[in-house]
């Protein structure tokens, strides 16, 4: 039985002080050098489960030439699942696997994906787009992967200002390595 709506997650790897991880902020050499198992088992496994990984065209020319090549064990996934990029510049993507552009409206992009039969949806790149699916109203569901450190400087994924976005915690699941991931949807 095919599900009737697919879901977007929003899947994004935060510093205790909710900012992204980011090569400037030293959070990238955090998060690449927890060693644990578990937790990189069931992200490996949550990868498995999307029908579609969504990012904007900066992510995805960053990671086209990465992922293919890469010896990790989030490569498999990240090369077999298709990709949405979303662009207003980009025509074609053809690098990296099953890709496709959408270049319309945001909301009526997602939408349409929504509404398609499958599995659900992953946002997984690119602060900009990220914090636009989220002004958009858009995110289904949020699974934050919460690294053991602070990064004082950074991204945040929400805006400073503006209306609170209120979330109700579904689940929480702490790793050996300290890494804590926390799901939340929309209340």
């Known amino acids: 039985m095919a599900e009737s ?21 030293g959070m990238r050499g955090v998060m690449e050098s927890i060693d644990d198992d578990a937790q990189e088992q069931e992200y490996v496994r949550q990868l498995w489960e999307a029908g579609a990984f969504l990012m904007g065209r900066m992510s995805y020319e960053a990671m086209k030439g990465f992922w293919p090549v890469a010896q990790h064990p989030s490569a498999a996934p990240m090369n077999a699942i298709p ?12 690098e990296w696997g099953e890709s496709s552009v959408a270049s319309g409206d945001l909301a009526e992009e997602i939408a349409r994906l929504k509404a398609e039969p499958g599995k659900n949806l992953f946002a997984i790149a690119g602060d900009s787009f990220q914090r636009a699916l989220i002004a ?14 602070a990064a004082g400087s950074g991204t945040a994924l929400f805006p400073e200002q503006g209306a609170p976005v209120r979330l ?11 890494v804590l991931e926390l799901r939340y949807v929309p209340d």
């Open 83 to 94: 990709k949405v990029v979303f662009s207003r510049t980009l025509t074609a993507v053809h």
């Open 136 to 149: 958009a109203g858009a995110v289904d569901e949020y699974r934050f992967w919460v690294l053991p450190a």
């Open 5 to 25: 709506r697919r879901k977007l997650i929003l899947s994004y790897y935060v510093s205790i002080d909710g900012k992204s991880v980011g090569a400037t902020n």
């Open 168 to 178: 109700r915690l579904t689940q929480s699941t702490p790793y050996p390595s300290g």
